[in-house]
Each structure stands twice: as C-alpha cells, then as structure tokens.
C-alpha cells in the first residue's frame, strides 16, 4: 500500500522567513496529492492540493512542487507569520478512496 | 451549508459501555470516512462509505461498527472499547472519491474525542 514519508517532524522559522516541508511517496499510481493545516485542538484543513498532471500550484503565499518522477512533493510557505503556526500534513491518494497522511510537520512561527 | 458536523464533541465511556458517534454532512457528498488520531500523529484511515455502501474496513477491530443510514448520516457504534482506543475521531466526506475534479477533496468534521477509563 501507500506510503508517505514526511520530513522535518519540527520546524522552526524566523517571522518573515521561508519553510519548506518535504515529502516523498511509494505508490506511482498516487494522482493527487493534498497539504492540511491542522491547529491545535482544531480539524485538519486542506490549504492547497496539487494533482499528477501539474508540476506547480500556487496560493498567494503558499505553493506546492510536484516531482512525478521522484515521487516527491513539498510544501513553500514565503514570508511566514505567527498565525501559520500549525502541524501540517502532507497526504497522497490514487484512483481509490485512501488519502495516506504523511506524520506531521510542527511549524513554529517565531515572531 | 459547507461544514461536517459530529456530536458529541467530548464523550468518557467505560469498557463496557455502548455508545455512538455521529457525523452529518449536507454537501450531497456520497463518500464518508471515519478517522483516528492519536495526539501528535495523523488521521489513520478506519472506514469509508460510498453510496451507502462500505467500500473500506482498514482492518478495524469489531468493537468499532459504523453505519450509514443515508447519503447525509455517518454513525460510528461503540462497544467495549479499550482505554488505547481513546483519541480524537475524525469524520470527513468529499464529493465522491472515485475520479473527476475535486471528486476527492476531505472536508473534515472537529471530531469527537474519546476518553475511554
């Protein structure tokens, strides 16, 4: 099955600084690729997901990168704030129902 | 309305107690999940619902029974739970789930969380 691997588990970023958060997955058959913010004691929520016939997304400050051919994807948050402090979630899923959760990155905004 | 909502929000059983969770959704999505998440991991798949019909079982132990009464209503019964299965449970639908834009996109409900003694 699936699996998401998700790198750094903590990050730690200056206010106005850029935070990269990287994943890689195993099942080439995985075609759309999703990032939740989940806040604590608060839902996972989906901040921008990027499919397998796209390379790039971008959101006003957040962008996703897709490698098909490595299997990676990540996450660029530019000019980070207090308020983006979260845990975000990389995930992946094929032609299925099953979106695998990459464990988490803690961000941590300092202001 | 864009929201998934369950109830309870907090629930404390004991092992031998029966009790349910809800989720209810009004998108007119035809898949729902359950979810598990302990605290500092991520939501670990349970179930999934599409068109009222359970489509995956994650290897779940039976003390966990989800129900789908309809296109709207997700039900989670529980019996006879163990103190490791406290954690925060997820419900979330999307659209469909099986293919097309947005078909697959999770709308999470604030999950309910359970304290088993």
């Known amino acids: 099955g699936e699996n998401v691997e998700q790198h750094p588990s903590t990050l730690s970023v200056q206010e106005g600084d850029s935070a990269v958060i990287k994943c890689t997955y195993s099942?080439?058959?995985?075609?759309?690729f999703p990032w939740y913010k989940q806040e604590l004691g608060k839902r996972p929520q989906l901040i921008i997901d990027?499919?397998?016939?796209?390379g790039e997304k971008k959101d006003q400050r957040i962008a996703v990168t897709l490698n098909k051919t490595a299997k990676h994807f990540s996450l660029h948050i530019t000019e980070t704030q207090p308020e983006d402090s979260a845990v975000y979630f990389c995930a992946a899923r094929g032609g299925g129902f099953k979106t695998i959760f990459g464990a988490g990155t803690r961000l941590f905004v300092k202001a | 309305d864009t929201e998934v909502t369950q109830t309870p929000k907090h629930l404390v059983m004991g092992m031998t107690n029966k009790k349910s969770l809800k989720c209810e959704q009004h998108?007119?999505?035809?898949?729902m999940y359950w979810y598990k998440q302990k605290a500092k991991k991520p939501p670990e798949l349970m179930f999934v619902y599409s068109y009222e019909k359970l489509s995956i079982n994650e290897s779940v132990p039976s003390r966990f029974s989800p129900e789908c009464p309809n296109s709207s209503l997700l039900n989670l019964h529980l019996h006879a739970l163990q103190p490791e299965d406290s954690a925060l449970y997820l419900c979330?639908?999307?659209?469909?789930?099986?293919?097309?834009?947005?078909?697959?996109?999770?709308?999470f409900g604030a999950g309910s969380r359970l304290t088993v003694l």
């Open positions: 998108m007119g999505h035809r898949a």
């Open positions: 990027i499919r397998s016939n796209v």
């Open positions: 979330a639908s999307s659209p469909t789930g099986t293919s097309g834009i947005g078909a697959n996109v999770l709308t």
């Open positions: 099942d080439s058959a995985s075609n759309y």
